[in-house]
C-alpha cells in the first residue's frame, strides 16, 4: 500500500446533481478524516471516522453532504444537489491510534468542479 | 475566527538561503503542531511535526521551532533549494481536527 487512493482525481458536474467521491486509506489506519480546500486556502475539516463509526462532524458539513465507512475500511463521501459553492478540492486523511490525534497523511484529493 | 495565523503569504528565497515561515495560534489546548508541504495539484505531505513539550526539532533541512509562552511556533529550511518551491501549511490540532493555517507560497530561485 503506497498511501491513502481518492477517486476521481477530477470531477465537473453540473448544479444539482449528486457526486459521490470514494477514499481508500492506508490499510492498517483506523482513523480516517475528510477535509475540504478552497483555493489560496488552507485544509478545513469536515468528519472524522474512527473504524466504521462516523464520530465528528463539521459545522461545515451541511445536511446535503453525507459521509459513510462501512465495515471501517474505504470511505464515501456524498454531496446532494450541488452548488457552485462545492466547487473545491476535497482531501481524505487516514492516521493510525487511540483517540483522534497522530500523524495524519491525506490523500491526492479530489477536484470538483461545479457548473 | 482565524485559529491559527500564518505569515507570510509568499516568500521568494534564493537557492541556499534560510526560508522562515511564522505561525501563531491562540487556543492552549492546541498539542500538536505539524507541518505539511503541498506541490500543485497533489494533497498536503507531512513535513515535520512537534509537541509543545518541546522547544525544537529538526529533521535534515527541516527545524521547528516552538515557543509555548508567545504561542507561536516556525519552521525553518535550511539551504533552501528549488525543489522546496511549494506551498506549506501549519496545523495545530486539539481534539480531532487539524487546524491548517492559510499557507505560505515559497519560491526558491536558482
Known amino acids: 500500500d503506497t498511501g491513502v487512493s481518492q477517486d476521481p482525481r477530477h470531477k465537473i458536474t453540473k448544479r444539482g446533481q449528486n457526486v459521490t467521491f470514494r477514499c481508500d486509506p492506508i490499510s492498517e489506519h483506523n482513523r480516517l478524516y475528510w477535509y475540504r480546500q478552497t483555493l489560496g486556502q488552507g485544509p478545513e475539516f469536515l468528519t472524522y471516522f474512527q473504524n466504521e463509526a462516523q464520530l465528528e462532524k463539521s459545522r461545515l458539513l451541511s445536511d446535503r453532504f453525507s459521509a459513510e465507512r462501512p465495515k471501517g475500511s474505504f470511505s464515501t463521501l456524498e454531496i446532494q444537489r450541488t452548488e457552485q459553492g462545492d466547487s473545491a478540492m476535497y482531501l481524505c486523511?487516514?492516521?493510525f491510534g487511540a483517540g483522534g490525534k497522530g500523524e495524519a497523511f491525506f490523500g491526492q484529493g479530489t477536484r470538483l468542479t461545479v457548473v | 475566527q482565524q485559529q491559527v495565523k500564518q505569515s507570510p503569504q509568499s516568500l521568494i528565497v534564493q537557492k541556499g538561503g534560510i526560508s522562515i515561515i511564522n505561525c501563531a495560534y491562540e487556543n492552549t489546548a492546541f498539542d500538536y503542531f505539524p507541518w505539511y508541504q503541498q506541490f500543485p495539484g497533489k494533497g498536503p505531505a507531512l513535513l515535520i511535526a512537534i509537541r509543545p513539550d518541546v522547544s525544537e526539532k529538526k529533521e535534515g533541512r527541516f527545524t521547528i521551532s516552538f515557543n509555548k509562552s508567545a504561542k507561536q511556533f516556525s519552521l525553518h529550511i535550511m539551504d533552501s533549494q528549488p525543489g522546496d518551491s511549494a506551498t506549506y501549511f501549519c496545523a495545530a490540532q486539539a481534539g480531532t481536527a487539524l487546524i491548517f493555517g492559510k499557507g505560505t507560497t515559497l519560491s526558491v530561485s536558482s
Open positions: 486523511a487516514s492516521s
